[in-house]
């Protein structure tokens, strides 16, 4: 696993150290929306349960989407939440209305760096191509619950068993061979150099300041775009101004780019992937 992955799940660990398509609706429990509560667990505890003396009370829940019900947006980018319940005895791990994918990435990978090999991969992340979202959601996006004794999540690995056993798949960091944006220069005339002036910041209309010329990186994955490359060989920080619409019209990117002697080419590029298999 490559350093940005590693740090990504490193942030999992301290969230739970500190705190054909199948139409998911069929799965869902019959709460009413009005009095859904997302800090407690879907079923209804016994008494006993509630209790939980031995702590012993564990519990693994998959629903499907729930209409109205807002995914998690936690730190980090992280799209679940663990609550400690000292009086119940549990640590209560819950996702909403979230894609297969995104759950198994807990939203810290981005979309262009996740390889599908699963029978159907329609059902696991939404792309544009399948339609509307909110249509895909509902037949595809699901809700998950995990309860367990308080004190026995050492670490992100049970989280991981649990949510492969709910699914049928597991995942893992490989290199894939894979289709990429690659950024070159297009000539040795230094037009992007810094003018070392203000803070470090870039933004999705196209303007970056003092900055790396791998934050380019960021508002293409967010457009839906192949991963980018940089292959430029640029070490410093760069001033950039693109006037740009629309990050996904690459017609009117590569002629900005080309202002500073930059450009996009497609390629192919072995790169390291959040591989998401199905596990038989």
Not at 22 to 29: G, N
Not at 58 to 72: A, C, D, L, N, Q
């Amino acid at each position: 696993m490559n350093t940005k992955y590693y740090v990504a799940f490193f942030f999992v660990f301290i969230s739970l150290k500190v705190v054909g398509q199948t139409d998911t609706a069929s799965f869902q429990y019959r709460k009413p929306l009005f009095d859904f509560d997302y800090l407690k667990p879907v079923f209804n505890l016994q008494k006993e349960q509630l209790k939980n003396k031995n702590r012993f009370l564990r519990f693994s829940v998959v629903t499907g989407y729930r209409e109205g019900v807002k995914p998690i947006v936690g730190a980090f980018g992280l799209n679940f939440r663990s609550e400690n319940d000292s009086i119940g005895g549990i640590q209560l791990l819950t996702m909403y209305n979230l894609s297969i994918a995104d759950m198994l990435t807990h939203g810290l990978v981005k979309h262009n760096n996740i390889y599908l090999e699963v029978d159907d991969p329609s059902k696991y992340l939404y792309d544009p191509k399948y339609g509307d979202k909110e249509s895909w959601m509902r037949k595809n996006a699901y809700c998950y619950e995990l309860a367990l004794p308080l004190g026995s999540m050492k670490d992100v690995t049970i989280l991981e068993k649990y949510l492969f056993n709910s699914f049928g798949v597991k995942s893992s960091m490989e290199k894939r061979l894979v289709k990429a944006l690659i950024l070159i220069r297009t000539s040795t005339i230094d037009k992007i150099k810094s003018a070392g002036k203000g803070e470090e910041k870039y933004d999705l209309k196209g303007y970056f300041n003092n900055t790396s010329i791998n934050r380019l990186e960021d508002p293409l994955s967010r457009a839906g775009l192949p991963p980018m490359i940089d292959e430029t060989g640029y070490t410093g920080p760069v001033d950039l101004d693109l006037k740009l619409k629309s990050w996904s019209d690459m017609v009117a990117l590569r002629k900005e780019l080309h202002r500073y002697d930059l450009d996009l080419v497609e390629g192919m590029r072995e790169i390291e992937m959040f591989v998401i298999k199905k596990n038989n």
